[in-house]
């Protein structure tokens, strides 16, 4: 089961499991298969349209929509327009395959060799072949189709996702071709006691048979095992039918979801460059890890801040200090002879008490006319007549700013309304 998270913008893998969420997303998609199933019956119109019908809902997805094919108001002759397209650029682009492989066929002694190789490389041409047409049913034009430098930038940017979607191609055919191979199998079991008598008969009389009677009999025996094939061939092209519509809408849709990687609505003109590639959210969380290491360098840069904030709590412990500091101006309007005397006795109990604990407090006389550079503390009386904050606030931390958010990209817009 795929969440809706998983069916909007891009991602990486899980393109058959998307594709086929999508699909079966409302009720009643089974019957959108089989009305395609039988517009295929039809030669030429039923092609172009089911074709056009298929591009539609793929440029819908492509353009972020997250709905289902749609069932109500489908217009014919947009379908027919779209299917036309899709047939001209695919025409263009096989014709000039076409080309190439003909001209590897006159080389010579290598000829033989080149022409394996780029039937080989023409396996991997039908899926560079879907997203041209795609991309022209994107645009609405056929030009942008065929714009092979936009168009190998593509396929060159995520090689593999595309490989990813041409594996899922490669394998639904190979199971809708051994259904298939299982079913004629079965049919042709049915017919061969009758092909078997038809050959004996032929071998026994032909020698005798003049060319008209011969003539008649190959009909007459051909004609004879249609008639018992009829029923069974009949299924059997229902059968193909059916399983070439579930094919195509899902690898076009496939093909839609790889797309999405290339921001389809920021799209210009045809001719301007492709607009920034979107990448997997996924992908961005899983490089997330790196980032710790920076982080740490802001909180070192930002704290520098609150250690000067800090200092206001040691002026508590530091207003002892100005009780002898005081003294200063004092000792300083005094005579020199009296503050001569003050110096001598100051300085030896001071030197002579190595016991004095680190928090006593030690007066500083100045001597002489020694000028010293101090400045103006608040008297004691001024520090009692200011009042104390109730508490000191703890400083904010600065706001970090927050890292970009990986599901960030441009969200597409919603066709849910517009495509049902």
Known sequence: MEYDSDLEGF??????????????????????????????????????????????????TAWGATSGPKRKGVKLGE?????????????????????????????????????????IVMIGMHVVVCVAVLRATIYQKIAPGLRVETIWKMVSHDPRGLLR???????LGLIAGAVMTLLF?????????QLMYAIGYFYEYGYYMSDY?????????????????????????????????????????????WMRQF???????????????????RDQGFSTPSTPDSTPVAP?????????????PVQ?????????????????????????????????????NPDVPDDAVTEIVVEGDIEVATTELPSAGELEAEPEPEGTPEPEAPATPAPKDPDDPMTPPDFSNAWK
């Not at 019957?31 to 056009?52: E, N, R």
């Not at 979607?165 to 394998?171: H, K, S």
């Not at 199998?185 to 006691?193: C, D, G, N, Q, R």
């Not at 002892?320 to 503050?339: K, M």
């Open 11 to 60: 991602r990486s893998d899980r393109y058959l499991a998307r594709s086929w969420a999508l699909l079966t997303r409302e009720r009643g998609w089974i019957k959108v298969v089989l009305l395609m199933t039988i517009a295929l019956l039809v030669p030429i119109a039923g092609w172009l349209g089911v074709m056009g019908y298929v591009l539609e809902w793929a440029r819908h």
């Open 79 to 119: 379908c027919f327009s779209t299917g036309w397209r899709a047939f001209v650029v695919m025409l263009v682009w096989y014709f000039c395959c076409a080309v190439i492989s003909a001209i590897f066929d006159v080389v010579p002694v290598f000829g033989d060799l080149l022409v394996f190789l780029w039937s």
């Open 165 to 171: 979607v041409l594996g899922m191609m490669i394998g």
């Open 185 to 193: 199998t079965v049919m042709l079991t049915s017919i061969i006691p």
């Open 213 to 257: 009677v011969l003539t008649q009999y190959v009909i007459n025996t051909i004609v004879a095992i249609l008639g018992s094939l009829g029923p069974s061939l009949l299924v059997a092209a229902v059968i193909s039918t059916f399983a070439v519509s579930m094919i195509s809408l899902l690898a076009y849709t496939a093909l839609a979801l």
């Open 263 to 281: 921001n389809v609505p920021a799209w210009g003109r045809d001719e301007d460059p492709l607009p920034p590639f979107l990448t997997d959210p």
């Open 300 to 312: 070192t840069g930002v704290s520098e801040t609150p250690v000067e904030k800090n200092d206001e």
């Open 316 to 352: 508590d412990s530091t207003t002892e200090v100005p009780e002898p500091i005081i003294t200063e101006p004092v000792a300083a309007d005094a005579p020199e002879p009296v503050v001569e005397p003050a110096v001598e006795p100051v300085p030896e109990p001071a030197a002579a």
